[in-house]
């Protein structure tokens, strides 16, 4: 009698066992297949941004994976504007911005910029689908009064 308790019992044991084996076996593979397309890949959740103050809109932003930033901006300040130099970096700073040909924007007027982007002081480059999060800087006159402004946008770009 006593033999056919033990085996029993080691037999619901093993069954246990097996049937939990399996279950997270299942899980397993299951988990290692998400992982694997991109599921848990927080790069593969965010979305594109270019975000400017009022006044400017970001109409197209494309980052390149050597580091260049193609982006397309649309001027809507009350009066004529100038765009002297241009930026894009992962702090919002002023420096390693690029002096470009001096451009003049009347309202509603759009201009494609092409800023290379730097972590720092480094210039930044990374593989396609690396998400690059920095700043967008632009520097420009106001014609009428003559006065120099700087504005910061925020950028989300994924490498394409």
Same mark, same amino acid.
């Given at each position: ?23 997270? !076996? ?78 003049? !924007? ?6 494609? !910029? ?47």
């Amino acid at each position: 009698m006593w033999t056919i308790k033990r085996d029993q019992k080691a037999q619901s044991a093993m069954e246990y066992l097996v049937t939990y084996g399996w279950a997270i !076996l299942i899980i397993g593979i299951v988990l290692a297949a998400l992982f694997y397309i991109g599921v848990f890949n927080p790069s593969s959740l965010s979305e594109n941004q270019c975000i400017l103050p009022a006044d400017f809109g970001c109409v197209n932003a494309q980052m390149l994976p050597n580091g260049l930033l193609t982006t397309v901006i649309q001027q809507e300040t009350p009066s004529t504007i100038t765009v002297t130099a241009v930026g894009c970096n992962t702090n919002q700073t002023t420096a390693n911005m690029n002096t470009i040909t001096p451009t003049t !924007l009347p309202i509603g007027s759009y201009l494609t !910029l092409t800023p290379q982007c730097y972590m720092g002081t480094t210039e930044w480059s990374g593989p396609v689908g690396t998400v690059f999060v920095g700043y967008l800087t632009i520097n420009y006159t106001v014609l009428q009064s003559g006065l120099p402004h700087t504005i910061f946008g925020s950028l989300v770009q994924k490498t394409v």
